[in-house]
């Protein structure tokens, strides 16, 4: 068996998994040979690995098949090189520890020649040493504890930038270790070669902990609503992919595979010992299509150039839809995802402002804006930015083409809005037995933008819940636009700069005397 080594050349991220596809070359002898691809991950699908050979030589190409693979220890790749850096660190850090200790032990022995002045008085009396003899001899010991003390400090400081690396590429190795255990897979490739050649070989295959989801940078940049469509991809698939041309696909392999089929729904009279099953079939998950189009305008001569994002080519296929990210990419398996620009559109918005007074006393500045591109944006999140200014993250559905898009960016305070009770009566007399309360709001609402603004209100009035129980929109200044069959109510008007609108609107209720009604003001 010949050991070939291949390099991730394509990788096809689908929502849930990922195809992968290897290339290697081999120069190989007449007869039958077999080629081992080891070193491959755990996660890969056995039931979808191929394997193909082109070459100046006609080969027969016999099967493919995996073999498991253990190891002692980690696996070679990144994991193998951070363990070998730990055990390096670790014998660095015991060698500055024996240094410590020797530097220890002669700080020891110095302060034993300093602790002997009974023996230094006895020689200066004798007149064996002078006092010049001494105080050389206290500066020595003094000036050579002073460098082992500095010596000890700083292999201290050394030792303690060992200990946080350490911490470091233990925590990072633990985490390939989450994702690489092990034991790996070995492709061994059958192969039947007529004449001495050389072959190139590829095998591919699916493999789960790889995903892709859209995500979006939509700006409010004068006047034009620019959406930025990105699509973030993660993958713990027990391989680093370095290098490679990335495709993003919106295709589900594993729901488009099997059709789901509706079990029998058998139903039995319930006996005391035995409960009813009842099985629940699986349901369809609705493929979804996306696509992105456009182009910045060229800039003006001598103005800066803004650096624009890399654009995907997009192919259809059927009901989904790929998008050739492009080559050279990097890929970590450790599961960080990584933004992959897309491409860059405008779409032209329409602003209004949506107030609902009754939750929140604000202004919120609504921008409506239809999807006139001929392709799908599919649900994802949204980060909102106004101009440079980022206003927060909201989430945007599925929007065909034809379809509006909806996105709030923030309040405006220069809207002024209040709202206010200003009428509770109960009618004295009693109608039937039946008692009847009335209630009145008003809504004020000032424009200091200095332009003129559209503006969308939203109340309601009671919706009763018993049949003895009447609600009635007895008046409104000025009238609604709309009341749905829950009494939301609805006003649209223009409000000119400087100007002032108010709302005013009355309802009852009407119920039994004895009758305790919740819910009222």
Known sequence: MTPLHTHIQTVCVYPDRARVTRRGRAALEPGRCQL???????????????????GSIPATLLGVDLRREFFKDTPPGRGKEIRDRIQALEDQDRELADQQDSFGKQIEHLDGLSGETRRYATSLARGKSGLRDQAALLDFITEKRLEAQAEIRSLAVQRREIVRELEKLRKELQQIRNTRPRERYTAVIDLDVPRAGELEIELSYTQRGASWQPVYDIRLIDGRLEIA????????TGEDWQDVSLTLST???????????????YIAPRQRLYARAQPVAPSPAAQ???ATAGAAAPPAEDEPVQAKPAAARIEQAGVSVTY?????IDIPGDNSPRKIPIAVFDLPPEFDYLITPKLAEAAFRRVKAENNSPHVLLPGK????????????????RTAPGQELELYFGTDNRIRVERELVRRETDKKLLGDRRRV??????RLENHTGERQRLTVC???PVPRHEDIRVRLESSQPKPNAQDELNRLEWEFSLEAGAEQRIRFDFSVEFPRDMVVKGLP
């Open 36 to 54: 081992a691809i080891g070193n491959l991950p755990t996660t890969i699908d056995p039931a979808s690995l191929r394997a193909g050979a082109r």
């Open 229 to 236: 469509y990105l699509g973030q991809v993660g993958q713990s």
């Open 251 to 265: 295709a589900s392999p594993a729901l488009s595979a099997i059709v789901p089929e509706l079990d029998p729904w």
């Open 288 to 290: 979804q299509v996306a």
């Open 324 to 328: 050739q990210v492009g080559d050279g």
């Open 382 to 397: 949204v980060q909102l930015f106004d101009g440079p200014e980022f206003i927060g993250a909201s989430e945007l559905e």
């Open 438 to 443: 009335r209630y009145g709001y008003e809504i």
């Open 459 to 461: 109340d309601q009035i």
